[in-house]
Nanobody
């Protein structure tokens, strides 16, 4: 129904920047919320940032002031600009989309395949 393709990520030195992108495709009626989660081995996946279709945003306290989430509704794409990266930002970043597929009346949650972000100190 809905496919997510992530890009970005990689290895950067502390203080550097990375930009993640996630494009949603498929038979989509509407996308309500797009976001990014982070997971470190042995820990639960945690919300990094999310944005609604209206542009309201929510950030984890640890990334406020450094990360910016944005979306292009025409392209069904969400971005995460990550600045001043720190070693504690290391993890696998997963795109998360809450959408209503065409022909459905309920919302589903979809996950991207994950992209590794590594920060060297």
């Amino acid at each position: 129904q809905v496919q997510l393709v992530e890009s970005g990520g990689g290895l950067v030195q502390a203080g550097g920047s990375l930009r993640l992108s996630c494009a949603a495709s498929g038979t989509i009626f509407t996308i309500r919320v797009m976001g990014w989660y982070r997971q470190v081995a042995g820990k639960q996946r945690e919300l990094v940032a999310a944005i609604t279709s209206g542009g309201s945003t929510n950030y984890a306290d640890s990334v406020k002031g450094r990360f910016t989430i944005s979306r292009d509704n025409a392209k069904n794409t969400v971005y995460l600009q990550m600045n001043d990266l720190k070693p504690e930002d290391i993890g696998v970043y997963y795109c998360n989309v809450r959408a209503v597929p065409t022909g459905w009346s309920k919302e589903f949650t979809y996950w991207g395949q994950g992209t590794q972000v590594s920060v060297s100190s």
